[in-house]
């Protein structure tokens, strides 16, 4: 059933619309949970705007989200 050693939460709120958008997804793919849906949904998301998984200790500034320079 995957993999259940997951150590993290992540709560999210969700207007109606998308909860009912999730879950028609997640039917027409006969995934077995909301979460599983979510999870590959993300994960599809990140791929296509060509984000791969990190590797452990990598910080933010190796993807270019701060500056090297201090800010004024």
Request: hydrophobic letters at 30%; charged letters at 25%; a positive charge.
């Given at each position: 059933m995957g993999d259940l050693n997951r150590g993290e939460r992540l709560?999210?709120?969700l207007t109606q619309e998308e909860l009912r958008t999730i879950d028609?997804?997640?039917f027409?793919?006969?995934?077995?949970?909301r979460a599983a849906a979510i999870r590959e949904l993300l994960k599809r998301g990140l791929a296509a705007d060509g984000f791969t998984e990190i590797e452990d200790?990598?910080?933010?500034?190796d993807?270019?989200?701060?500056?090297e320079k201090p800010a004024k």
């Open positions: 709560q999210i709120m028609t997804w997640r027409q793919k006969r995934m077995p949970s200790g990598q910080k933010s500034k993807f270019s989200v701060l500056s």
